[in-house]
Every structure is written in structure tokens, then in C-alpha cells.
């Protein structure tokens, strides 16, 4: 860490080192069962749900990647410090776990109907979340790399554990990964959307069908979709957290030296 780097990015890169740990350790007992129970519950649930659940992850995604649906009105916040900034960052995860637990709670009580209309709404929520997280840290979602990067910190929220190495790789070396992208208006040809509906598909199936139970949907909903967010509002603090120490580690390598001009 960089010397000069104020004693709060210093705790802020010891708690980074710590969440990498976590998050690349290898799957567990509890993450192994959790996946051998999602694998059932898959087999006994309507290919009608299934298929719902797919169209809705890639036409909400897609919604974000090519439409300014979810560009926040405000622009990206600009001359503050990291301490700030995850403030700013701390008061949206609070307010979009209340809002997707209420949603949750709503669609949750009225059957398997509306259960099924709180997919789409919920990863609504959440790419409006994400978008308006990257201005807090100061990027334009104007610019189409930067929705790319908030495909990649979705993915790496709801991905099984394989697939978390690689997308904190690509997460951690981004600026030379966006330069490295095709043009704007080639690169959806690049996502793999099956893995991608596949691989958040499995990961929220277990808590998302429980909602569909008749009698507790209410309760499972909003206990769901505000863990959902939880998760999601710290995976994509920690990404944009990582990129900031990142880019000042860079910047302070390219600073001249004040004793060898």
C-alpha cells in the first residue's frame, strides 16, 4: 500500500484481502449440499418456471446493456474521497434491501402468479442498484464498458464458486481488460447468456422458489430478496472499492519524482 495512502484505504485494503479470501475459497460442505438441493428442486419444478426465469434474466440484462433505462439521472459523483463515497454507497444498500423486501413481501403473498412477476422485477431492482452504485464511485454508465463491468459484478454476485476466480480476475484487471473490448456495437456478441441465465438461475432458485409455497411466500419473499441485495450491494461495493485502491496504486506508480525530475 502506497505510503501516502490515507490510514482509511489502508483499512480498506486489509478488509479487500480479507473478502478475496472468503470469496475464493473452495466450495465448502454447506455450499455442496446447497447445490445438490438446488439440483433437485430444479427436477420437480414446471419447465413454465424455469422458462420464465430465463427470459426474464436475459431481457432485463440486455434491457441494461443497450437501453438508458437505468442511468441514473444525476451524474457520477465526482472529487470525493473513498470514505465518502462508501458511505453514499452503505445509504443505497439500505434503501434498495428495503425496497426489494417490500416488493418481495407483496409478491410473495399473492401466489404462484405473482411470484413468478417478482423475477423480473427483482433483477430490475437490482440493475438500477448497480448503475446508480457506479456513479457513487464516479463511472459513467453512459459509457458501454462500464455496463460491461456491471455485467461482470452481477455475475460474480450469483455465480457458483468455480466460476468466481475467473470474474474477480477480470474484475481486478479491468482497465486492461476494457481496453482489450470490441466496439460498442459488437460486444453483446461476446456474453455467454446461457451461462449467464444458468449460472444465476441456480443460485438464487432455492431461497426465490420457496416463495412460491403457498403460505409463507410473503415471509420467504422479503427474507429472499433482501438477502439478495445484501449480497449484491456488497459484492459491487467490494468490486468498485477494489477498482478505486487499483487506479490511486497506478496513479502514484506514473506520479513523477519529486527528487528526479
Same mark, same amino acid.
Given at each position: 500500500?502506497?505510503?501516502?495512502?490515507?490510514?482509511?484505504?489502508? $483499512?480498506?485494503?486489509?478488509?479487500?484481502?480479507?473478502?478475496?479470501?472468503?470469496?475464493?475459497?473452495?466450495?465448502? +460442505?454447506?455450499?455442496?449440499?446447497?447445490?445438490?438441493?438446488?439440483?433437485?428442486?430444479?427436477?420437480?419444478?414446471?419447465?413454465?418456471?424455469?422458462?420464465?426465469?430465463?427470459?426474464?434474466?436475459?431481457?432485463?440484462?440486455?434491457?441494461?446493456?443497450?437501453?438508458?433505462?437505468?442511468? /441514473?439521472?444525476?451524474?457520477?459523483?465526482?472529487?470525493?474521497?473513498?470514505?465518502?463515497?462508501?458511505?453514499?454507497?452503505?445509504?443505497?444498500?439500505?434503501?434498495?434491501?428495503?425496497?426489494?423486501?417490500?416488493?418481495?413481501?407483496?409478491?410473495?403473498?399473492?401466489?404462484?402468479?405473482?411470484?413468478?412477476?417478482?423475477?423480473?422485477?427483482?433483477?430490475?431492482?437490482?440493475?438500477?442498484?448497480?448503475?446508480?452504485?457506479?456513479?457513487?464511485?464516479?463511472?459513467?454508465?453512459?459509457?458501454?464498458?462500464?455496463? +460491461?463491468?456491471?455485467?461482470?459484478?452481477?455475475?460474480?454476485?450469483?455465480?457458483?464458486?468455480?466460476?468466481?476466480?475467473?470474474?474477480?480476475?477480470?474484475?481486478?484487471?479491468?482497465?486492461?481488460?476494457?481496453?482489450?473490448?470490441?466496439?460498442?456495437?459488437?460486444?453483446?456478441?461476446?456474453?455467454?447468456?446461457?451461462?449467464?441465465? $444458468?449460472?444465476?438461475?441456480?443460485?438464487?432458485?432455492?431461497?426465490?422458489?420457496?416463495?412460491?409455497?403457498?403460505?409463507?411466500?410473503?415471509?420467504?419473499?422479503?427474507?429472499?430478496?433482501?438477502?439478495?441485495?445484501?449480497?449484491?450491494?456488497?459484492?459491487?461495493?467490494?468490486?468498485?472499492?477494489?477498482?478505486?485502491?487499483?487506479?490511486?496504486?497506478?496513479?502514484?506508480?506514473?506520479?513523477?519524482? /519529486?527528487?528526479?525530475?
Amino acid at each position: 500500500m502506497d505510503t501516502n495512502a490515507s490510514v482509511y484505504e489502508q $483499512q480498506t485494503a486489509k478488509a479487500l484481502k480479507q473478502w478475496e479470501l472468503e470469496l475464493l475459497k473452495p466450495p465448502g +460442505l454447506l455450499e455442496k449440499t446447497s447445490k445438490a438441493v438446488s439440483t433437485r428442486i430444479n427436477q420437480v419444478i414446471p419447465e413454465k418456471v424455469h422458462q420464465t426465469i430465463t427470459a426474464a434474466v436475459k431481457g432485463i440484462v440486455q434491457t441494461a446493456l443497450f437501453s438508458a433505462e437505468y442511468t /441514473p439521472k444525476q451524474p457520477p459523483l465526482s472529487g470525493s474521497t473513498l470514505a465518502l463515497r462508501d458511505h453514499k454507497a452503505e445509504e443505497l444498500i439500505g434503501f434498495y434491501k428495503k425496497l426489494a423486501a417490500a416488493e418481495g413481501a407483496g409478491t410473495g403473498a399473492g401466489g404462484i402468479l405473482l411470484g413468478l412477476a417478482d423475477f423480473p422485477i427483482l433483477i430490475g431492482i437490482k440493475m438500477k442498484f448497480l448503475f446508480e452504485l457506479a456513479h457513487v464511485y464516479g463511472h459513467s454508465t453512459n459509457d458501454y464498458r462500464e455496463r +460491461l463491468f456491471i455485467l461482470q459484478v452481477f455475475q460474480l454476485a450469483y455465480s457458483s464458486q468455480n466460476k468466481k476466480a475467473v470474474l474477480y480476475r477480470t474484475i481486478l484487471r479491468w482497465p486492461e481488460t476494457a481496453r482489450l473490448l470490441p466496439p460498442s456495437e459488437s460486444y453483446a456478441q461476446h456474453i455467454d447468456w446461457k451461462q449467464l441465465q $444458468q449460472e444465476y438461475r441456480d443460485t438464487i432458485d432455492f431461497r426465490k422458489m420457496l416463495q412460491l409455497v403457498p403460505g409463507i411466500g410473503a415471509v420467504v419473499g422479503a427474507w429472499a430478496n433482501y438477502g439478495l441485495l445484501d449480497e449484491l450491494g456488497r459484492v459491487g461495493m467490494n468490486c468498485y472499492r477494489l477498482r478505486w485502491l487499483e487506479e490511486e496504486k497506478r496513479k502514484a506508480l506514473e506520479a513523477p519524482d /519529486p527528487y528526479h525530475p
